[in-house]
């Protein structure tokens, strides 16, 4: 059973618009929250985290959101570039153990 | 940031055969080393974790004699698609925690993955 949900599987925004990108999960012991931004061909790369005694972190133009009691985050892109155009994995963290959502690809439109 | 080199990045095979994929930590040493799988469309699920020195934790469901994987070295580890079959054809990632932000955890890199393809 999938413990890390991201439900929608694309997004498609303006060029300097916000993006939203979201993400459920379904354990309350998870402490630790990440997103990772992943371009063809390349493996997935740490984008911005959040522990679970936050309610935001901002670094830039992103900045995450943690709902603990809806269990849910987001990823907040803005403004959005073309660059910012890739599949976007949140992932919550157990004791170390890593658990991935199914990835939203995210197109940023010139 | 911290590299990890994983090889090859793209395997065709036929079927009955074993195909060996490698991951490396190139700059800095990875006593954990976490291998996962993904299917189209669907999340990266954790198959192992490698420990160096000791033998692998596998995740429920995943066959240990089908996946073998070998921690040889701080940078290296390896893990063996033994007898393929097609329905082991998905995209395999290896990944190794490195210093992080976070108060009790660690983030992680990962390799560009390994797309497997059995006939």
């Known amino acids: 059973d999938q413990q890390v949900k991201q439900n929608s599987p694309s997004l498609s925004v303006q060029e300097g618009r916000i993006s939203i990108l979201n993400c459920d999960y379904t354990?309350?012991?998870?402490?630790?929250f990440l997103w990772y931004k992943k371009y063809p061909a390349e493996g997935p790369t740490f984008l911005i985290s959040i522990s679970s005694i936050k309610d935001k972190n901002e670094d830039g133009r992103f900045t995450v959101f943690l709902n603990k009691s809806a269990k849910h985050l987001s990823l907040h892109i803005v403004p959005s570039q073309p660059g910012d155009s890739a599949v976007y994995f949140c992932a919550a963290s157990d004791f170390n153990k890593f658990y991935f959502g199914s990835g939203t690809k995210l197109n940023v439109k010139p | 940031g911290a590299v990890v080199s994983q090889h090859p990045s793209w395997v065709i095979c036929k079927s009955g055969t074993s195909v060996k994929i490698e991951c490396r930590s190139l700059d800095f040493q990875a006593t954990t080393m976490f291998w996962y799988r993904q299917f189209p469309k669907q999340s990266l699920m954790l198959m192992a974790t490698s420990n160096e020195g000791s033998k692998a934790t596998y995740e429920q469901g995943v066959e240990k004699d089908k996946f073998l994987i070998n921690h040889a070295s701080l940078t290296l580890s390896t893990l063996t698609v033994t007898s393929a079959h097609p329905e082991d054809s998905s995209f395999y990632i290896c990944?190794?925690?490195?210093?992080?932000?976070?108060?009790?955890?660690?983030?992680?890199?990962f390799g560009s993955g390994t797309q497997l393809s059995v006939l």
């Open positions: 354990n309350s012991m998870f402490d630790y």
């Open positions: 990944s190794a925690p490195g210093a992080g932000s976070g108060p009790t955890n660690e983030k992680l890199f």
